[in-house]
């Protein structure tokens, strides 16, 4: 402890010794709607306990659709497995829970081993679902999950990035295949671009040269257009398949929305040329948490199996679910192309950290157009 205050001289941990070994954040202490949200003083601050751990104290944080989902008890089952892998075993209680993927803040402390940071630096980070969230001071997390944050963007612009960007690293590269060398002219469609994931995506794939067609809803057309969307369908005016197949085929697809969307999507791909369709709504954790780990995961395992079947054999278009990972040098790149000017934060609302509850209201209404943004301290 010592160690930290010396290096931090941080006004929050060391102006009240009673605070000295609690923090600031919002819990959950059971699942539920709005009500379950609590403000305390009282969570032990995360320290530094491991050679590659880095402690951030937070500035910024924002929320995602898992946010408003994990407090209702989403994914429980197998996050509680990646959280404590004894818990089907031993009595485990993963409350109080603390929300919030996405941090931007400054380096407080580093385990021995830590290489790239140090106190002081200010870093961005998106935090994996199975760890204690940024709705809080200060969180601890690997160096392989930290970054530096973009020297143009303030704490409030960067917290709205890094969770929606390694989603999107995630389901375009490592699912669909596509990076910067081989993405020039390559035709892709976004659907639901208008939201958090859509509207990174559809900047980071024009900074890579694509062609990038989306789906939206009328009034989002002027935001994708100016983040680069070089072809807009409206889904609220009449069939979208129909109008998207008048288009010629495309390499790629990422599915935002999901739902009946892959019925009618996998035959918009190029058939026969590798190319691939990726959704982001998959049925696993929903499966896991109403059938159990084992069964749930079987069960998912052979929906995705036959579905992947299925399209390989009858049109050879790859079908892949894809999920969040954490990836540390994946921000590095984005953090690149943000101070290079080739991607923008798409902040839609600013919240202090007053009023948490407040910005998951703001979440539950849906239509978001880009990020909603907790100002932390
Ligand atoms: P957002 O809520 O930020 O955005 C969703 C957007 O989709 C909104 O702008 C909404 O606007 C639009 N939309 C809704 N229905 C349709 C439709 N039928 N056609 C076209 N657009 C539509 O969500 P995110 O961008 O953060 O995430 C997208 C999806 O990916 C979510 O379902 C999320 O849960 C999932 N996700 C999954 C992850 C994983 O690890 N598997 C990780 C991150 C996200 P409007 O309603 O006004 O049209």
């Not at 910024?60 to 404590?84: C, V």
Request: aromatic share 8%.
């Amino acid at each position: 402890w010592s160690k930290t205050l010396a290096r931090t001289g941080c006004r929050n941990v060391c102006s009240s010794p009673s605070r000295l070994q609690s923090m600031s954040a919002w819990v959950i202490d059971q699942y539920g709607s709005s009500g379950v949200l609590r403000h305390t003083e009282e969570i032990p601050i995360p320290t530094v306990n491991f050679a590659h751990d880095v402690m951030i104290n937070v500035s910024a944080a924002s929320l995602n659709p898992l946010d408003l989902n994990m407090r209702g008890g989403y994914g429980a089952t197998l996050l509680n497995l990646r959280r404590d892998p004894l818990s089907v075993v031993n009595s485990f209680s993963e409350f109080p829970l603390i929300l919030g993927r996405d941090l931007s803040g400054v380096v407080v402390d580093c385990g021995s081993g830590v290489t790239h940071f140090a106190p002081g630096d200010e870093v961005w980070a998106a935090i994996p679902p199975w760890k204690q969230g940024s709705l809080a001071e200060y969180v601890t997390l690997t160096e392989y999950e930290v970054s530096c944050k973009p020297k143009s963007l303030s704490h409030i612009e960067a917290a709205s990035i890094p969770y929606v960007a390694n989603t999107a690293f995630s389901a375009l590269v490592n699912a669909g295949g596509l990076c910067r060398e081989s993405s020039l002219n390559k035709r892709v469609l976004i659907t639901g671009a208008s939201g958090g994931v859509g509207t990174f995506s559809i900047q980071l794939l024009k900074a890579w040269g694509a062609h990038v067609t989306v789906t939206c809803s009328q009034n989002a057309e002027g935001l994708v257009r100016g983040l680069g969307a070089d072809e807009v369908v409206d889904y609220t005016a009449g069939d979208v398949a129909e109008q998207l197949e008048m288009m010629e085929r495309f390499d790629v697809i990422l599915d935002n929305v999901g739902g009946d969307t892959e019925e009618w999507a996998t035959r918009l791909l190029k058939p026969w040329s590798g190319a691939k369709y990726v959704t982001l709504v998959s049925p696993l954790l929903l499966n896991t948490d109403s059938m159990g780990v084992l069964d749930g995961s079987l069960h998912a395992g052979l929906t995705l199996h036959n579905k992947a079947f299925q399209n390989i054999t009858c049109s050879g278009v790859f079908y892949r679910w894809a999920f969040y990972a954490p990836d540390g040098p994946a921000l590095d790149e984005v953090s690149r192309l943000v101070d290079a000017g080739k991607i923008l934060p798409v902040v839609e609302a600013q919240f202090p950290f007053s009023q948490v509850p407040q910005a998951f209201q703001k979440l539950e209404q849906g239509h978001a157009r880009g990020k909603t943004v907790v100002e932390v301290a």
